[in-house]
């Protein structure tokens, strides 16, 4: 497949780097100032370096690569709030063009689902988004493979960041403003930390798979979701936990029509306590008991392996 990827980061990079390790070629790649474009295949390894060395990928517009010659836009622009743009934007001019898009921005199926799911119908293209929730986890492809409407609750931690601050708090007795400090040195943190801290990031992701299981035409956005943060946690709390076996997690569920993120008692050592940056999903299934999916719920070269794990089911 010949890949267009709008979007220089961790993702997008990724995604370009590894492509032909898939069997796809890149003939365009974007970031914010800049293209590059060549019907052929570009020179990844040639774009990549120029990224890292003049900041740019390319000479051309960043909107040229749009009207390139491809089989598939991959958006990896940041994710947006309100009207989800430019990402969004991106995905109905490729649509329109009667091209597939994968999503690796959550901002388009979070925000404006039904928007998405409209202009697709109109299109001879179609729109996969396997990694906006879970990074390398298969979570919507397993909701797929057993039917939403066979799903009935879905829970998890969906965010590493999170997950990394409270599993250092409980497991060094330290303060909330400390480990933040330290995740920001390690990366693993942003310098802005405040769509992971807030649930906003784990939110998006519960509305997305309240979208995927809807059955009655019902579109969720942030708005929806009843979110709390993680940044009132005092390290005591966490002590009071561990004393009773328990420790604290930011958990999303959907259930019964309703989003909610927040944090949550839970079992010491129960799957839904994994450690560190780690990600968990717990699917209830009606048929099937419980399933959970585990792994490495961001990074560039993870998500872009559930990129191009869409981009294979288009190629089939």
Known sequence: MRLAVMGAGAVGGSVVELAAD??????????????????DGLDTAAVLD???????????????????????????????LGDAEPGFGHLKTALQ???????ANKGPVAERYADVRE???????????????????????????????????????????????LSRMAAEGLGYE????????????????TFDV?????ALKGVIVANVLADDGREYTLEDAEVEGIQDIAGSALELAQEEGRTIRLIAEVAEGEVRVGPRLVPENAPLAPSGTRNI????????????????????????????ADVGRLGQ
């Open 22 to 39: 898939y069997g796809h070629t890149v003939t365009a790649f974007s970031d914010s100032r800049s293209a590059a474009i060549d019907p």
């Open 50 to 80: 120029r990224k890292a060395t003049d900041g740019i990928v390319g000479d051309e517009a960043p909107e040229d690569a749009l009207q390139a010659p491809y089989d598939v836009l991959v958006e990896a622009t940041p994710t947006t």
């Open 97 to 103: 063009r009667d091209r597939h898009v994968v999503l």
């Open 119 to 165: 202009l697709e119908a109109e299109s001879e293209g179609t729109v996969l988004f396997e990694a906006t929730v879970g990074g390398a986890m298969p979570v919507l492809s397993t909701i797929d493979d057993f039917d939403p409407e066979h799903i009935t609750a879905v829970r998890g931690v969906l965010n590493g960041t999170a997950n990394f601050i």
């Open 178 to 193: 400390h480990v933040l400090a330290e995740a920001q040195d390690l990366g693993v943190a942003e310098a802005d930390p």
């Open 198 to 202: 807030d649930g906003t990031d784990a």
């Open 281 to 308: 999903v717990q699917l209830e299934t009606e048929h099937a008991g419980r399933l959970n999916i585990s792994g490495r719920g961001a990074g560039g070269p993870e998500t872009a392996s559930a990129v191009l």
